[in-house]
């Protein structure tokens, strides 16, 4: 049964600092990947998907890379703001399967 | 609409009733998933459409939940003799296809069972 970690946690770093958020898979086995951010009593927000083809993808100051070998993805925020404070989930699916499966988070906390 | 649409945003029913849930995707989107999440945890997959038919129905936790498609495009999540466990915010989901496609998701109904 495919299993996703997500560290760390929470995370909370003072505004413009460059980080790093690790997802791992138990399963390789990775399909598609794609990481959302989730404000307090809200929905899912799409930020990247990496398809079976790619192993990197960019949005502004978003970096998300995946490498299928390892099954670990890392999502990289450069300059961070204080806008940027969610959670940030990873998920991923396998070839055959459409639904995704999905870490716990890490909370990120930005501070002015 | 242009965004994957929910309602009711909240929803509260005392045990042992029945309640739906509704779903209208992005429209041209012809994948659809229903999600869990509680409190701290990240979305648990519960069923999936493709068009009309159920294409996955494994993560239904027990027959008291049950969805539907008629159509292709509108999904109605039934509960039925709810119980406090099933409180969680359901979400739906919708993406162009299964395979290499975003999942763009709904806000979310709130349910609670008292």
């Known amino acids: 049964k495919q299993e996703v970690t997500q560290i760390p946690a929470a995370l909370s770093v003072p505004e413009g600092e460059n980080l790093v958020l690790n997802c791992s898979f138990t399963d390789s086995a990775i399909y598609n990947l794609q990481w959302f951010r989730q404000d307090p009593g809200k929905g899912l927000t799409s930020l990247l998907l990496?398809?079976?083809?790619?192993r990197e993808q960019t949005s502004g100051r978003l970096n998300a890379s995946l490498d299928k070998s390892s099954g670990r993805s890392t999502l990289y925020i450069a300059a961070s703001q204080p806008g940027d404070s969610a959670t940030y989930l990873c998920a991923g699916n396998g070839g055959s399967q459409g639904n995704l499966i999905f870490g716990k988070g890490t909370k990120l906390s930005v501070k002015p | 609409g242009a965004g994957v649409s929910q309602t009711p945003s909240n929803k509260v029913t005392e045990k042992g009733k029945y309640v739906e849930l509704r779903c209208d995707p992005i429209s041209g989107h012809t994948a659809l998933y229903w999600y869990r999440q509680s409190l701290g945890q990240g979305p648990e997959f519960l069923i999936y459409f493709q068009g009309t038919g159920a294409a996955d129905d494994s993560g239904l936790p027990n027959d008291r939940f049950f969805a539907v498609r008629p159509e292709g495009s509108v999904s109605t999540l039934k509960i039925q003799r709810t119980e406090r466990g099933d409180s969680a915010v359901y979400l739906c989901?919708?993406?162009?296809?299964?395979?290499?496609?975003?999942?763009?998701f709904g806000q979310g109904t709130r349910l609670t069972v008292v």
């Open positions: 990496i398809q079976s083809s790619q």
């Open positions: 989901a919708s993406s162009l296809g299964i395979a290499n496609t975003e999942a763009f």
